[in-house]
């Protein structure tokens, strides 16, 4: 197949590429001007406004990029929920392939799902409405758009030198628009539960009049905010005005979002020194386009598409506004161009000639192409196969360097152990000692052999080496116990029990090699209680089922190996704990740091020193203690619930107080309910959060539920009967004696000593 195309005749090539180039000028020749659309989008606008203006123009702009194969409809409902509907229903009449909605409010849910009945796709775009039928939803992120104007309004806060406690209002833009809903949760995410902040709120609507009146009265009513935030431009320059007609203005700071350029805009009145700042809610008409298309096509698309974007401030607002118009101008430009574009097209027919001969040229610049294509194919291929000859060298090698270490390790470790006996007599230790010099020259043998690999990094010293096969003594039953359990070890399953009633820390050994898990359940077993797997899938099942204190694993193992195995554990929030020692006949540099770099804890080359390898898991488990210790001490002190870290393990146990702080009333609240809330059964849940916290669940959920009480007793007024109830407890009295044994005092005498100290 290489060689055919060099044996072809030039003639039968140039044939080929002149049927081609005469093939292209036929279907060139059939292209028409006919300006029908393949796809044909309804767009839904909730009102107007320049922000809306822009997404439209942006759509429409869009549409070009894709010539005759979309066509875009855009309809206002003019702030009318009503009108709204009917459009909907009239896009759905009208055949349109995909409607694009901007809800006025949440209510039109039941014209959304019409239309979806009807076969036809829905993007909601910058508003969502109480449904889930919907095929896809794009716009800003208003939960962070609010979260990231609250943090803003902190920072400007702090660097305002005040006579009393800040107070920031909200202005709403209501309770029946996402976009306000969302707001207003990210906003006040940020100020509640700030004791040094006065945050109030007021729930509204979007029209202008309304916040002007709103913010004249709060004014009249109330002491004067240091920080207004409203949900659009047009609400906080409402605010702004009632706060002008009060002579105020200059004493407050105002917060909006939008971030429109251009005069008498959003960004401009940052700019001015009118706004404090705002946030440029994106509009990206471009992308709704995009993913239409990617939806009416087929293509694989996002269900929920959040758009990013930053806070004007005045700082920045200048260079922002600027840019923003240039964009604009840009934009313009484009629509001109485009404009342009259509009429240019009418001159296509007037090229087709040019273009055919163009192909004709094309045609046998092809056939270079192909011929040139073919070399570099026949290159590619005789790449590949010195590439599959120089990985299986390379495999073969790994394999025969497991293969070697691996039966050194289990004789070297015995031989020591014996050698070191002081019951052999002098005709067998002069027997023993043979074995063992011979045993030593054998792997310097392997050493060398295995070193002279070109493909092998040899960057170890000497002392390394000597290091590395230097075997301390073990037990001398050892021995005598692997010359016992050898004989059954390929008979028997390589999964054994995994229930410990011994109360020892559970080790796992991973290992496809019997007689290597025999060794090593005999170097651990008076210390540990000791499971077994014969490789990295059913290691990683019995990890699950067991939840052990360790894990020791070679790498090289079937079906699944020892680092694909490691990065499952430390993946999974089940078994991310866990510590994991590697063993390995891999002993380059390069392939230590891999090990490391799956998440091992500790990576031991064979053959090993089996005092060694006992020295770090003791180690490894000490410091797992020690975690566990911390645990404890915060638990003493009720402070459980305020740790908070980057680890997996603490997302764990942050996750577990938010689940338990969502049924924290609950008296009947069970470990099923939060196990199965998490995932995972009760047992998993036992096993895991001892391991952690070294508390049980229920251990757990009380030192919570305690911590919650001091809270409420010195934060409220409520009684002591109250606070029980709310916290979950069954009755008043069992929570005072709980309480009373942490705390060692009962909660009316712990609010009496402690009241007036901050919390």
């Known amino acids: 197949m290489a060689t055919t195309i060099f044996k072809r005749p030039w003639l039968a090539q140039i044939r080929l590429a002149s049927l081609f180039a005469l093939v292209a000028a036929l279907l060139l020749s059939s292209c028409s001007g006919d300006h029908s659309y393949k796809y044909r989008i309804g767009v839904s606008q909730c009102v107007g406004g320049k922000w809306r203006e822009k997404v439209n123009d942006e759509m429409l702009s ?95 806060l702090r660097v305002r030198s005040l006579d009393h406690v800040p107070r920031v209002l909200e202005l709403t833009g209501g309770t029946t628009s996402s976009p306000a809903i969302d707001r207003h949760r990210g906003f006040a995410s940020v ?107 087929g293509r694989k698309f996002k269900r929920d598409n959040f758009m990013k974007s930053v806070i004007v401030t005045p700082d920045n607002a200048s260079i922002i506004q600027q840019t923003s118009m240039e964009m604009l101008r840009q934009s313009h430009d484009l629509l001109v161009l485009q404009d342009k574009l259509e009429n240019y097209l009418g001159l296509y027919n007037t090229q087709r000639t040019i273009t055919i001969v163009s192909i004709m040229a094309m045609a046998l610049l092809v056939i270079i192409v192909l011929l040139v294509w073919r070399m570099v194919v026949i290159t590619r291929r005789i790449n590949r196969r010195e590439k599959k000859i120089n990985r299986e060298q390379t495999l073969f090698y790994n ?20 050698a070191g006996s002081t019951s052999l007599r002098a005709d067998d230790r002069t027997l023993v000692d043979i074995l063992k010099r011979n045993v030593e020259q054998l792997s310097h043998i392997v050493y060398d052999v295995l070193n002279f690999n070109p493909d092998v990094a ?32 390929d008979e028997r399953e390589a999964d054994i029990g ?53 894990i020791v694993s070679d790498v090289m193992m079937p079906v699944m190996d020892g680092l694909q195995f490691c990065r499952k554990i430390k993946d999974d929030t089940m078994t991310s704990h866990i510590p994991v020692i ?69 997302e764990f146990v942050n996750r577990l107080m938010d689940v338990i702080k969502g049924h924290m009333a609950e008296s009947n609240l069970k470990m099923d309910d939060i196990g199965a809330e998490m995932g995972i059964s009760r047992v998993q849940l036992y096993r895991k959060v001892k391991a952690l916290t070294n508390m049980s669940p229920v251990e757990f959920l009380k030192q919570m539920r305690l911590k919650k009480a001091t809270t409420m007793l010195l934060r409220t007024n409520k009684t002591v009967s109250v606070i029980a109830y709310d916290i979950g407890f069954s009755s008043p009295a069992y929570f005072s004696t709980c309480f009373k044994k942490q705390f060692g005092k009962y909660p009316t005498e712990y609010r009496e000593e402690n009241c007036g100290k901050k919390l």
């Open 62 to 156: 869009a549409q070009h990029l894709y010539g005759n194969e979309v066509k875009v409809s855009i309809a206002n409902a003019n702030n009318d929920s009503r009108l709204q509907v009917k459009q909907i229903d009239s896009l759905v009449a009208s055949g349109v392939d995909l409607i694009v909605v901007s809800p006025n409010d949440m209510t039109i849910a039941p014209a959304i799902v019409r239309a979806r009945k009807n076969g036809i796709p829905v993007v909601l775009f910058d508003r969502k409405v109480r449904s889930d039928d919907y095929t896809a939803y794009i716009g800003g992120d208003n939960v962070e758009a609010g979260r990231a104007m609250g943090h803003y309004a902190l920072s400007l």
């Open 191 to 297: 100020m509640k539960g700030r004791e040094n902040i006065d945050y109030s709120f007021v729930d509204t609507d979007w029209s202008t009049e309304v916040i002007h009146e709103t913010m004249a009265d709060w004014l009249d009513r109330n002491p004067l905010p240091d920080i207004v935030f409203c949900h659009s431009d047009l609400a906080a320059s409402a605010a702004y005005d009632a706060a002008k007609d009060k002579g105020v203005a200059g004493k407050i700071m105002f917060l909006g979002i939008d971030g429109l350029p251009g005069k008498g805009e959003g960004i401009e009145a940052v700019e001015n020194g009118k706004f404090a700042g705002t946030y440029i809610y994106p509009t990206h008409g471009e992308e709704i386009v995009r993913l239409a298309l990617d939806i009416l096509q």
């Open 399 to 418: 394999n025969a360097r497991h293969q070697l270490r691996t039966p050194l390790t289990l004789i070297d470790g015995p031989i020591r152990k014996l």
């Open 458 to 489: 040899s960057d170890s010293t000497t002392d390394d080496k000597d290091e590395e096969k230097d075997k301390a003594v073990s037990d001398t039953n050892v021995l005598v116990q692997l010359l016992e359990t050898t004989r059954m070890a």
């Open 498 to 550: 995994t229930d410990n009633d011994s109360g020892l820390p559970t080790v796992l050994i991973v290992d496809d090699n019997a007689d290597m898990r025999t060794y090593l359940r005999t170097l651990l077993s008076d210390k540990y209680h000791v499971v077994e797997a014969a490789d990295g899938e059913s290691g990683l099942k019995v990890a699950r089922d067991t939840v052990p204190d360790l």
């Open 582 to 650: 590697l063993l390995t006949a891999r002993s380059t540099e390069s392939q230590q740091v891999e090990g490391l770099g799956c998440g091992a804890d500790a990576y031991m080359t064979k053959p090993f020193s089996a005092n060694l390898l006992v020295a770090r898991i003791a180690n490894l488990l000490k410091s797992r203690a020690q975690l566990r210790h911390l645990f404890d001490g915060n638990k003493q002190e009720g402070k459980a619930e305020e740790m908070r870290m980057a680890s997996t393990d603490c």
